[in-house]
């Protein structure tokens, strides 16, 4: 222990500010990595119980799961470019670590956990999954109404970007401070 009180002081104070950035960080990835386990765990069910061309159906004629592979991204676009979007789904993910730095703000949190799990979700299919690394198609299966077939991963990319697009309307920062507010 040092016989400084100022010393002491100044690491209390970096001690309470970094632990809600740590708390935040935190938050993000145990997010990231349950909507990851999850959309993990439906593809291999899907996988395993759904018969290509067999919808099963859930609710009337609107909601069913149906097994499909997607090559390309959201509404079946670029289906030529599986290498392509790989690499953006790379730089997303590389894009959410560097920001969950500066994260303190658990909504943030909460919207950037939500992008990077449905990121790596897909990530994980276009790796692994045929036709081969950088080029595997995604596996969707929950269709609803008009809306193209989707999966756990994209509902997390899609709400975690919508919270995150509020949340910057609304002036909240990552680092938990609002725009135009007086510090």
Request: with cysteine; hydrophobic share 50%.
């Amino acid at each position: 222990m040092s016989s400084d009180p100022t010393a002491e002081n100044e690491t209390d104070i970096e001690d309470r500010t970094e632990t809600p950035r740590h708390q935040r960080r935190l938050l993000l990835f145990v997010i990231a990595g349950v909507v990851l386990a999850l959309d993990l765990l439906t593809k291999i069910l899907a996988v395993a119980y759904i018969e290509p061309g067999r919808p099963i159906w859930l609710v009337g004629d609107i909601v069913s799961l149906r097994l499909v592979r997607n090559p390309g991204a959201a509404f079946s676009m670029a289906t030529s470019m599986t290498w392509l979007l790989t690499l953006v789904a790379v730089g997303v993910v590389i894009g959410v670590i560097r920001i969950g730095r500066t994260l303190r703000s658990p909504l943030w949190a909460l919207g950037l956990g939500l992008v990077l799990g449905g990121a790596l979700g897909n990530l994980v299919d276009r790796f692994f999954r045929a036709p081969g690394v950088m080029q595997g198609h995604v596996v969707d299966f929950v269709s609803v109404g008009w809306w193209p077939v989707f999966n756990v991963a994209d509902s997390g990319i899609v709400c975690g970007a919508v919270l995150l697009v509020v949340l910057t309307l609304i002036g909240v920062e990552p680092g938990g401070e609002r725009k135009g507010a007086k510090k």
